[in-house]
C-alpha cells in the first residue's frame, strides 16, 4: 500500500527555518515527481515545490523562491522541503504530492502543520 508520511513541521519565529521531510513506502519512489503543496485557513492549496522523478528539474512558487529548496533521496525514499527566512504567510499545513511519470497517478500525504509566529 502507498503511502506518503510527512514530518517536521513546528511552530517556528519569522526568520527561522524548518525543513520537512516526506517518506514514501509502497511504491517504486522514482518513478514519481515529487510536490510539496500548502493550504492555509480559508485558503485553496497551492503549489509550493516541485522535483522531478530524477531529480533534474525544480519548480517554485514565486512567494518562495529563493528561501525554500526541495531535494529529493532516491535511496531513501524521501523527499525534503528546506525552508528558510521563514514569514508568517508560509503558515499553513504543508503537503506532499506524488505524481507517476508516465500514468499521471497521483497520492498525497496527510500533512504537517507549520506554524510561523512571533
Known amino acids: 500500500q502507498l503511502q506518503l508520511v510527512e514530518s517536521g513541521g513546528d511552530l517556528v519565529q519569522p526568520g527561522g527555518s524548518l525543513r520537512l521531510s516526506c517518506a514514501g513506502s509502497?511504491?517504486?519512489?522514482?518513478?514519481?515527481?515529487m510536490s510539496w503543496y500548502r493550504q492555509a485557513p480559508g485558503k485553496e492549496r497551492e503549489l509550493v515545490a516541485r522535483?522531478?522523478?530524477?531529480?533534474?528539474?525544480?519548480n517554485y512558487a514565486d512567494s518562495v523562491k529563493g528561501r525554500f529548496t526541495i531535494s529529493r533521496d532516491n535511496a531513501k525514499n524521501t523527499v525534503y522541503l528546506q525552508m528558510n527566512s521563514l514569514k508568517p504567510e508560509d503558515t499553513a499545513v504543508y503537503y506532499c504530492?506524488?505524481?507517476?511519470?508516465?500514468?499521471?497517478?497521483?497520492?498525497w500525504g496527510q500533512g504537517t502543520q507549520v506554524t510561523v509566529s512571533s
Open positions: 509502497g511504491f517504486t519512489f522514482s518513478l514519481y515527481h
Open positions: 522535483t522531478s522523478a530524477t531529480g533534474g528539474g525544480t
Open positions: 504530492h506524488a505524481q507517476h511519470r508516465f500514468t499521471w497517478s497521483v497520492y
